[in-house]
């Protein structure tokens, strides 16, 4: 006969052993989830690292892979700022791909200004922005509507081929927080991020269109952009200042020339390095007044484009672009 008691303590053994294996499981589930959360969160969908996480319900744009000219958010030949903005008239450019997978702007004329205006869902319309008025706009927070491009981190990556401009001259330019950069001054204002031929790098303040202040140069890349894949990103976000009660704008500048995702670096590790940090205080720029603010006039409203900007390069291949609202209370690369 078998002994009740054995019996009894089997039957205890086996249910520790079922308490415990579920509670492993248990904290498996709560250590183990977030991390693998966190891990795809800290990519975007082109594998590139994000450096700020995207805004819960924040916008976001990223280039088609397949017909980036089929997204009505993406401008690529700038023709918000033509009469007729269904076409070039005369053609001026021509997207194609590249057997890389890669895109590139070839110019059809002598003219090699390329702007590369990208919209939020809002899109553009002028005849909805109700002021042009800097300190109105600052109190409102944006020029044409809420989802207007105002904390944002824009990436992507360029290999410069051919360019007729001195390299310490020439520049890639992202920048946001205003609108057309044309006839109407106080509409073209913005920050904006610069990557140098050289590989030096810089921020500049258009207080309007066209005023602008610039800070000093500093060391980016090592070498020069010339032929090799670089990436770049551009960061701006509005922080507060709890000592005087204001908001100043912080402007980061990052970059991975570690040769791009088909040239050596490693998507999912730590490529990216921040050259450039900048605060804007109120201490910057000194003609803000055209435009109804203070002379420096901090830029704290979002606008409705967002641009990536390069000059007298005649050609260059460019690929994962995006533009993501972020959080920026929370860094994933430290």
């Known amino acids: ?11 205890l053994t ?38 700020y996480p995207t805004k819960k319900g924040g916008e976001e744009w990223y280039i088609d892979k397949i017909n980036p000219l ?20 005369p053609p001026l450019f021509k997207m194609i791909r590249n057997k890389d997978n890669s895109w590139k702007m070839v110019p059809l004329t002598d003219y090699t200004s390329i702007r590369m205006n990208i919209l939020t869902n809002d899109g553009y319309d002028r005849n909805k922005i109700e002021t042009f008025d800097h300190s109105k706009l600052a109190e ?28 310490e001259n020439g520049e890639f330019q992202w920048y946001n927080r205003g609108g057309l950069h044309d006839n109407i001054e106080c509409e073209g204002v913005g ?18 269109h066209v005023s602008y202040d610039f800070v000093d140069k500093k060391d980016g890349s090592e ?35 570690g040769g791009g995702r088909d040239s050596g670096s490693n998507l999912g590790q730590s490529n990216w390095k921040k050259v450039y940090e900048y605060i804007d205080n109120g201490d910057w720029g000194k003609k803000g007044k055209e435009c109804s603010g ?34 920026p209370l929370k860094d994933i690369i430290k």
């Open 191 to 208: 920050y904006k991020g610069n990557l140098f031929f050289d590989g030096k790098t810089r921020f500049a303040k258009e207080q309007w």
């Open 70 to 89: 089929s997204d009505n958010r993406f401008d690529p030949y700038n023709l918000l700022a033509m009469e007729d903005r269904n076409s070039q008239d």
């Open 140 to 167: 409102k927070g944006y020029m044409q509507s809420e989802r207007d491009w105002k904390n944002i981190e824009m990436t992507g990556y360029i290999k410069l081929n051919k360019f007729d401009i001195d390299k």
């Open 14 to 51: 086996r249910m520790s052993l079922s308490s415990f294996v579920l509670s492993f499981l248990l904290i498996i589930t709560v250590l183990i989830i977030p991390l693998l959360q966190n891990a795809i969160a800290s990519e975007d969908i082109f594998g590139i690292e994000k450096i």
């Open 294 to 327: 203070k002379k420096d006039q901090i830029i704290t409203w979002g606008g409705p484009i967002a641009t990536f900007r390069w000059d007298d390069a005649t050609d260059v291949d460019f690929k994962f672009l995006s533009v993501r609202e972020i959080d």
């Open 223 to 257: 070498n020069d952009l010339e032929g090799k894949w670089i990436g770049y990103k551009y960061i701006v976000y509005n922080i507060e200042d709890k000592k005087s009660d204001q908001i100043f704008v912080k402007m980061e500048n990052w970059i991975d020339d």
């Open 1 to 11: 006969m078998c002994n009740s008691n054995g019996l009894h303590f089997q039957k």
